[in-house]
């Protein structure tokens, strides 16, 4: 159980020093004033190619977890599924988005 715990607080961490990297990087831009934000905007293909990498991700994970030591599947069984509702989820945020931008 702790193992899962140290993961969790390792990936926040990770994401906090991604964020604040970040957050210097446009501070520093806008200082010097070379910062636009309206080349900052994300293109949705962006979200439709991470959700497609987390899928197949999951699809791989849950598919391994059949040819692992039984003491292993459960975690990556789970995992899995976190994954694929993850790419899932990317995919219709896509679709969505999608369909805001043309109707729009």
Known sequence: MTDWVLIIIAAIACYAFVTYLEHKKKLDLIDRGLWKPEEKQEKP????????????????????????????????????????????????????????????
Do not use: N, Q
């Open 45 to 104: 293909e962006h979200k439709l190619i991470t959700g497609l990498f987390f899928l197949l991700l999951g699809a791989a994970l849950l598919f391994g977890s059949y040819f692992t030591e039984p003491d292993m599947v459960s975690g990556l069984r789970i995992s899995g599924l976190l994954t694929t509702a993850a790419g899932i989820s990317l995919v219709i945020a896509y679709t969505i988005g999608k369909r805001i931008r043309t109707s729009g």
